[in-house]
């Protein structure tokens, strides 16, 4: 069976009333919940698991998915309008996106990510269609040694994200590595800077720590800034994104869809790098850099294109090698299980019409997210209008009740309080959490690969030259670095004396 | 600090003010002791506590337990997952839980066993009552589908003849699968390069990838579709019986590796001091559960054993646990 | 350093003025105590044993992160970067009343359940940090709360503690 063969099975499944009906709660669930500060896919899919193993399996998982895209659109609506990712791959939306809104812009970067979810969600189907065991042999080669060199690329792309100078993005990156090493030790087992805490065992959780900094912090800064009551002084500018916007943004969702088609594929951290790469690629081809950070639109459009081509295409080393690449893909393979279906190299061909019609449910989940989310835009920019008082007290309310749900634990509301008042402080102070929440999502990871790495190869480091995709990897950062440093020496010498641009720090001075 | 505020002032507000809700059905005035216990139970909703996350093996044998004890015992068994801690804190709560019945929870190898070894926790296993065994996952070593290594003995012979040199997966750190192979190694003068992962996803990638010479991991069905598929070679079962699924696959006692088997062991558990009549309620409703088709076809048929280990044979595996890896961790 | 501290505690005393004029103190400050935290970190990681970069302990990874913060703290603090703060006013104690509050929140989650305290948490937050009238506070707190409730702990089932106002509905008879 060829593959337009087996994508017309997919949408003779997928057009089943059932499994549209089903298509479409999962979506507007996912919306719905992406919205929600703290209650993410995660949270969500575990809640609903149960309801699903009482579901036909191909809707149950259709439906599943549906969540789990959807809340990668709707987890931009709180990043771009107050500051909370609920998610490690909407950290960078949240930076330029909430400068948009502060800006007035709030609907153009909804509107910009609507869209470019929507073209990097498509693209990614497509790549998923016909590519989709090819790449799965790219995320076997990506063995620890691999690992290490693609965090070391992430540490670079995170301190070039900070607003500030590069030491400082450098001191609040090493910050988040330091924070996350609390918790057992991947390696050995060991108890590391957690004090006697059985609640701290585990670690921080990320997304306690994300909207901490981000969202608490902001909206603990708020409370000094306005008078009693005052909203947001600004008027919001027109909705939808112009002629120019989408013009500006156009290289950016190109780029973004395919990197992060490319990097999603790849288990543990994928859909973060993407987003990063998206957004630093973008920063160095901007003709004015310093844009970034204060409200450019590529640095919402790329970034938020990348997240989502990277969410489908997470789905490659699931449903070819059974492979879950992330919690919620972990979740979605435990409701597999249940069903009595082992998601593995088997899946295609003895399951055709779950797994082509997942696909094909997904072309079209898209597309209603599209069509759901574009009038959705002018809803979600009305929130504004709300007074700053209720809208801060609410969100409050929902990122604890969020925050507790995901482990179902208390300790992560103090977790969540404790980095907002950091965040909070760095406000304050001039530090960007930005490089310091991202740090924290590769550390651990990093960490992890290497001592792998050194196990497995008794302790030489030639493991890094030897595997093919270290070496390439690790090729290319060498490139990089020696991009810029030449760069910087031209211009240099082009012009005399500059006033210590951030650019120029070097990193290993 | 925390457990204190919230001990006294549940107690108080227990007494109080939900003594209605608690007791109104059981007819017994004293909600802080043990001995709200009739033919009654379970009057009341039933809190099952799942030291993992949501999505997993546990989780579905605790899901499927959970619906199965509902139906059968009446009451609601509702499934809490709380992962965090490494499954510490969702122990820690049941141990301090009070023994009334309305609070149990799954428990295994790790949670149980391992983790009060491998940190200074406020519980360790005397403070819990087994109640019953509910699903048994195998182990077994496996190579890649292009490995020099055609068997076990090979494979052990090679780590013997070159020490550290022969890379071995295991799922974590503090799994007991990570323990039993400590133990095999200082037993029978074997030297691997033991290499944790965070799970069996991420083993099963590495070992596909090429990047691992060998893998020690749980039997589950990802494990079993790369065995049916080719990608993964089983070498040795490290149960204590051959699988049903593989029959010609050794055992690694049969193999002359005496007392050597481990297997991830699901059990329920209460709070220490819970009382009898509750633990043969309980212990029944398991029993009748692991016998139950559409629990065993939602766990997997492999996975449920045979014959039922009741709360004294589970206490009892559990305590041998503890008498073999005591010297293995430091 | 002990000079630039007080400075600082006073500056926030008598920091009425929003306008604040440059001062390294103010900038030296928080990446002094990033140095000291990281010089810390960087004992507690020796603590945990480094091992080497061939056969890495598990203090070596937290041992160079802390070498980082320490080196980039250190550097900060001496060559502060010269830019503008925000200054400390009065309504930064605002702030510090707003985090008591969260925490009161939580302690107070934990021990008598959900409702209570998201219906103060609201009211606080409504009336004294946003300044609402009365009675749409009440309102909006009683409401939100309520509708919060259903949709977290009926609709998603998330595990809320036992609450004392559901307990008390309840044994007084539905």
């Given at each position: 069976m060829d593959t337009l063969d087996s994508l017309t099975l997919g949408f003779s499944v997928a057009f089943e009333p059932t499994n549209l009906l089903f298509v479409l709660i999962g979506v507007v669930i996912g919306t719905a919940i992406g919205v929600l500060p703290g209650l993410g896919p995660t949270a969500t899919i575990a809640l609903l698991l149960p309801i699903t193993y009482t579901m036909d399996a191909t809707t149950?998982?259709?439906?599943?998915?549906?969540?789990?895209?959807?809340?990668?659109?709707?987890?931009t609506i709180t990043s771009v309008l107050l500051r909370l990712p609920g998610e490690a791959a909407s950290v960078v939306t949240a930076i330029d996106g909430y400068q948009m809104t502060k800006q007035g812009r709030a609907g153009t970067a909804l509107g910009i990510a609507a869209i470019g979810s929507f073209i990097g969600g498509t693209v990614s189907i497509i790549g998923l269609t016909f590519l989709a065991p090819m790449l799965a042999n790219v995320a076997l080669a990506m063995g620890?040694?691999?690992?290490?060199?693609?965090?070391?690329?992430?540490?670079?792309?995170?301190?070039?994200?900070?607003?500030?100078?590069?030491?400082?993005?450098?001191?609040?990156?090493?910050?988040?590595?330091?924070?996350?090493?609390?918790?057992?030790?991947?390696?050995?087992?060991?108890?590391?800077?957690?004090?006697?805490?059985?609640?701290?065992?585990?670690?921080?959780?990320?997304?306690?720590?994300?909207?901490?900094?981000?969202?608490?912090?902001?909206?603990?800064?708020?409370?000094?800034?306005?008078?009693h009551g005052q909203a947001i002084k600004v008027k919001i500018k027109n909705i939808w994104p112009s002629r120019k916007d989408m013009k500006e943004s156009s290289g950016a969702i190109a780029r973004g869809s395919v990197l992060g088609f490319f990097i999603g594929v790849l288990p543990?951290?994928?859909?973060?790098?993407?987003?990063?790469?998206?957004?630093?690629?973008?920063?160095?081809?901007?003709?004015?850099?310093?844009?970034?950070?204060?409200?450019?639109?590529?640095?919402?459009?790329?970034?938020?294109?990348?997240?989502?081509?990277?969410?489908?295409?997470?789905?490659?080393?699931?449903?070819?090698?059974?492979?879950?690449?992330?919690v919620v893909l972990a979740l979605i393979f435990g409701a597999l299980l249940m069903h009595g279906m082992t998601p593995g190299p088997q899946l295609i061909a003895e399951q055709p019409n779950l797994f082509w019609g997942i696909i094909a449910s997904m072309y079209i989940g898209n597309l209603m997210l599209l069509v759901l989310n574009i009038p959705l835009v002018g809803v979600f920019v009305q929130m504004l209008r709300v007074r700053t008082g209720i809208l801060i007290a609410f969100a409050l309310l929902i990122v604890m009740i969020g925050v507790f749900s995901i482990n179902n634990s208390p300790f992560d509301m103090w977790v969540v309080l404790g980095f907002g008042v950091l965040g909070w402080l760095m406000n304050k102070t001039g530090f960007d959490p930005g490089p310091l929440v991202l740090a924290f999502v590769l550390g651990p990871i990093l960490e992890k690969s290497?001592?792998?790495?050194?196990?497995?190869?008794?302790?030489?480091?030639?493991?890094?030259?030897?595997?093919?995709?270290?070496?390439?990897?690790?090729?290319?950062?060498?490139?990089?670095?020696?991009?810029?440093?030449?760069?910087?020496?031209?211009?240099?010498?082009?012009?005399?004396?500059?006033?210590?641009?951030?650019?120029?720090?070097?990193?290993?001075? | 600090m925390r457990f204190n505020l919230k001990s006294t002032f549940f107690t108080s507000a227990a007494v109080i003010l939900s003594v209605g809700v608690a007791v109104s059905l059981t007819g017994c005035g004293a909600a802080g002791t043990a001995e709200a216990v009739d033919a009654g139970y379970p009057a009341k909703t039933v809190k099952f506590l799942m030291p993992y996350a949501a999505g997993g093996?546990?989780?579905?044998?605790?899901?499927?337990?959970?619906?199965?004890?509902?139906?059968?015992?009446?009451?609601?068994?509702?499934?809490?997952?709380?992962?965090?801690?490494?499954?510490?804190?969702?122990?820690?709560?049941?141990?301090?839980?009070?023994?009334?019945?309305?609070?149990?929870?799954?428990?295994?190898?790790?949670?149980?066993?391992?983790?009060?070894?491998?940190?200074?926790?406020?519980?360790?296993?005397?403070?819990?009552?087994?109640?019953?065994?509910?699903?048994?996952?195998?182990?077994?070593?496996?190579?890649?589908?292009d490995s020099p290594f055609k068997d076990a003995e090979s494979l052990f012979q090679a780590a013997q003849e070159n020490p550290g040199t022969i890379s071995m997966g295991v799922p974590g750190a503090t799994s007991s699968l990570a323990i039993e192979l400590k133990k095999l190694q200082q037993d029978f003068d074997i030297e691997f390069a033991v290499v944790p992962t965070s799970g069996s996803a991420e083993l099963i990638t590495n070992l596909l990838g090429g990047h691992i010479d060998a893998v020690f991991i749980n039997d589950h069905k990802d494990v079993a579709a790369h065995v049916k598929d080719g990608g993964f070679v089983p070498l040795a079962a490290a149960s204590q019986e051959r699988s049903k699924t593989y029959a010609d696959l050794p055992t690694m006692e049969e193999l002359g590796y005496e007392g050597f088997f481990t297997d991830s062991v699901y059990g329920l558990f209460g709070p220490k001091g819970l009382p009898d009549a509750i633990v043969a309620t309980l212990e029944s409703g398991i029993e009748a559960c692991t016998q139950d088709q559409e629990?065993?076809?939602?766990?997997?048929?492999?996975?449920?054993?045979?014959?039922?280990?009741?709360?004294?044979?589970?206490?009892?595996?559990?305590?041998?646990?503890?008498?073999?890896?005591?010297?293995?961790?430091g | 350093m002990v000079t630039s501290i007080l400075e600082a505690g006073q500056r926030l005393e008598r920091s009425e003025d929003e306008t604040l004029p440059r001062r390294a103190g103010l900038n030296r400050l928080p990446a002094l105590v990033l140095f000291i935290v990281g010089v810390a970190a960087m004992i507690g990681a020796w603590n945990l044993s480094v091992g080497s970069l061939q056969h890495p302990q598990p203090g070596l990874w937290p041992f160079v992160v802390s070498f980082v913060i320490a080196l980039t703290?250190?550097?900060l603090t001496l060559f502060p970067e010269q830019i503008p703060l925000e200054a400390w006013n009065r309504r930064s104690l605002g702030v510090i009343g707003g985090i008591v509050s969260l925490?009161?929140?939580?302690?107070?989650?934990?021990?008598?359940?959900?409702?209570?305290?998201?219906?103060?948490?609201?009211?606080?937050?409504?009336?004294?940090?946003?300044?609402?009238?009365?009675?749409?506070?009440?309102?909006?707190?009683i409401v939100g709360s309520a509708t919060s409730y259903l949709l977290f702990a009926e609709l998603l089932g998330v595990p809320f503690p036992q609450d004392i106002v559901l307990n008390a509905l309840s044994w007084i008879g539905i």
């Open positions: 149950s998982i259709i439906m599943l998915a549906g969540i789990y895209y959807g809340s990668m659109y709707g987890g620890p040694a691999a690992y290490v060199a693609l965090m070391v690329l992430g540490l670079f792309l995170v301190t070039s994200i900070g607003t500030g100078s590069t030491i400082k993005s450098l001191c609040m990156a090493g910050l988040g590595l330091a924070l996350s090493t609390v918790g057992q030790d991947p390696i050995d087992g060991s108890s590391r800077f957690t004090f006697g805490s059985v609640g701290l065992l585990s670690g921080f959780d990320f997304v306690a720590v994300a909207m901490g900094l981000f969202g608490v912090g902001e909206l603990l800064h708020s409370l000094e800034k306005s008078e543990g951290g994928g859909g973060v790098i993407s987003s990063l790469a998206s957004y630093a690629m973008e920063k160095k081809r901007a003709k004015d850099p310093s844009r970034f950070g204060k409200g450019a639109i590529e640095g919402v459009a790329g970034p938020e294109t990348a997240n989502n081509a990277s969410s489908t295409s997470a789905f490659i080393p699931l449903l070819v090698l059974g492979i879950p690449s992330n290497f001592r792998q790495s050194m196990l497995i190869s008794g302790g030489s480091l030639e493991i890094f030259v030897t595997d093919p995709a270290a070496a390439l990897i690790f090729g290319a950062i060498a490139l990089g670095i020696l991009y810029k440093v030449l760069g910087t020496r031209l211009k240099r010498r082009k012009k005399t004396a500059p006033v210590i641009p951030a650019e120029s720090v070097d990193i290993d001075s | 093996p546990s989780d579905v044998t605790s899901r499927a337990m959970a619906q199965c004890l509902s139906q059968g015992l009446g009451g609601t068994f509702v499934v809490e997952n709380q992962s965090s801690g490494a499954g510490a804190v969702a122990m820690q709560q049941l141990a301090s839980a009070k023994p009334d019945g309305y609070t149990v929870g799954l428990s295994t190898n790790g949670p149980m066993v391992l983790n009060p070894m491998f940190n200074e926790l406020p519980y360790s296993m005397d403070d819990f009552t087994a109640i019953g065994t509910m699903a048994k996952i195998p182990t077994m070593f496996a190579v890649g589908k629990v065993i076809d939602q766990i997997g048929e492999r996975f449920v054993p045979d014959t039922f280990s009741n709360a004294e044979e589970t206490a009892a595996v559990f305590a041998d646990m503890q008498t073999r890896y005591e010297p293995l961790v | 703290g250190g550097i925490g009161v929140f939580i302690i107070l989650f934990e021990t008598i359940g959900f409702i209570i305290p998201a219906i103060l948490m609201l009211v606080l937050w409504l009336k004294v940090f946003g300044g609402e009238r009365w009675i749409p506070t009440i309102i909006l707190s």
